[in-house]
């Protein structure tokens, strides 16, 4: 639930919302959410000083239900694949 509402918000914010990708992850302090977006949609998503990844995080946090959920943003150079 809380992959496709990620995915629902970031791609309402970017302009190239078929590129949104969120991919879950268990670690052993909880779960992370990692969000990849075209390379020119990073600012959207990050916003001024990080004001919309934080408004991001909140939102998360509040759907987690107190279960520890990290979520990390992440551009992606469709070329090679690699994080930036």
Do not use: C, W, Y
Not at 47 to 54: D, E, F, K, L, N
Not at 55 to 82: I, K, N, P
């Amino acid at each position: 639930m809380l992959t496709e509402a990620l995915e629902h918000l970031v791609s309402g914010i970017v302009s190239n919302p078929d590129d949104v990708r969120v991919r879950e992850k268990e670690l052993r302090r909880g779960q992370m959410l990692e969000v990849r977006v075209n390379p020119s949609d990073i600012g959207k998503v990050i916003g001024r000083q990080g004001r919309t990844a934080s408004s991001l995080r909140t939102v998360v946090d509040a759907l987690a239900a107190g279960e520890q959920v990290r979520v990390d943003f992440v551009d992606v150079d469709r070329r090679g694949g690699r994080r930036r």
